[in-house]
């Protein structure tokens, strides 16, 4: 084995240790606080001056759907501290969603709403 195989083996091995060390709720929130960050910048929330630029409700749509599958499914495990907060950035971003909408959509029919129900 190579030095740079040797290498990198062991730059693999520390990424292992590094993840086992951390809590499966510390995983979740980051995963969530990710797909918020990006939704709500695809919402057109940047605090850029161009924040308009970036607005994509397609996009946009399919993160919230994302976190809101994630919040759901794993609020029972991450208790309600951690969820509490998490629902609420979600519903944030539902309505900022529906507010960026030209067109919105019916209750229920939102991003995200299979699963939290209707956003108002």
Do not use: W
């Not at 060390?21 to 850029?48: P, Y």
């Not at 499914?73 to 309600?80: E, L, R, V, Y």
């Not at 507010?99 to 108002?120: H, I, L, M, N, R």
């Amino acid at each position: 084995m190579s030095t740079e195989e040797s290498s990198a083996y062991g730059a693999t091995d520390q990424a292992v240790r590094d993840i086992a060390d951390v809590a499966a709720v510390e995983v979740i929130t980051s995963a969530a606080v990710h797909l918020m960050s990006a939704a709500a910048v695809k919402c057109g929330l940047a605090e850029d001056a161009d924040a308009h630029e970036h607005l994509d409700l397609d996009e946009a749509r399919k993160l919230i759907t994302a976190l809101a599958a994630l919040v759901t499914a794993s609020a029972p495990d991450i208790g309600n501290q951690h969820a509490r907060s998490l629902r609420d950035g979600l519903r944030s971003l539902q309505l900022a969603f529906r507010e960026a909408s030209v067109y919105p959509d019916p209750p229920g029919d939102g991003p995200g709403e299979k699963f939290t129900g209707p956003v108002s």
